[in-house]
T-cell receptor, first 112, second 114 residues
């Protein structure tokens, strides 16, 4: 049973560059969540989708961040332009209505 | 969302039971108590959840106080693989099932000694 798949697992890039993180949710799940984890702030919800529609993006730090879910099996989180303070582990999770969330293994992002 | 309070860290010996406490004195009637854990270098993993009654599954047991202002996650026999950060989270199920946010606190870091 394939879980939530995130790519890349690691990304190192220079500040100012565009970064795109990808997520494939578990097949059949209708909700998708993007989280960010840092030592200082812990795990924070950035945005979540229900049936491919963004429901709450109040956690998105600023306009440099954007997320899309063009279909039920794919989502992207984009940072443009990236800054060193965006360095973190980014997690994607998916769930079925009323069920627990399943998390991917995360993307470790380093902005130099 | 109602807040939870957990100890920063706990230690256990392998093969012994572990009781991880969580206080949630401002819990509302529609808040479910969820527990997740995060092993090193992995994403969080669902452990168990409940509303009022004690719950058991293959991973753990959840004991909920009668007034619901506290709960305890019980690992019956700790193994080295159980070393992780354990998060106690309240989720208002009225928000819409899977749409309900999970708000993670700092959790309890559990160390298991061989």
């Amino acid at each position: 049973d394939a879980g939530v798949i995130q790519s890349p697992r690691h990304e190192v890039t220079e500040m100012g560059q565009e970064v795109t993180l990808r997520c494939k949710p578990i097949s059949g799940h209708n909700s998708l969540f993007w989280y960010r984890q840092t030592m200082m702030r812990g795990l924070e919800l950035l945005i979540y989708f229900n049936n491919n529609v963004p429901i709450d993006d109040s956690g998105m730090p600023e306009d440099r961040f954007s997320a899309k879910m063009p279909n039920a099996s794919f989502s992207t989180l984009k940072i443009q332009p990236s800054e060193p303070r965006d360095s973190a582990v980014y997690f994607c999770a998916s769930s079925l209505a009323g069920q627990p969330q399943h998390f991917g293994d995360g993307t470790r992002l380093s902005i130099l | 969302d109602a807040k939870t309070t957990q100890p920063n860290s706990m230690e256990s010996n392998e093969e012994e039971p572990v009781h991880l406490p969580c206080n949630h004195s401002t819990i509302s009637g529609t808040d479910y108590i969820h527990w997740y854990r995060q092993l090193p270098s992995q994403g969080p993993e669902y452990v168990i959840h409940g509303l009022t009654s004690n719950v058991n599954n293959r991973m753990a047991s959840l004991a909920i106080a009668e007034d619901r202002k506290s709960s305890t996650l019980i690992l019956h026999r700790a193994t080295l693989r159980d070393a992780a950060v354990y998060y106690c989270i309240l989720r208002d199920e009225r928000v819409g099932g899977s749409q309900g946010n999970l708000i993670f606190g700092k959790g309890t870091k559990l160390s298991v000694k061989p």
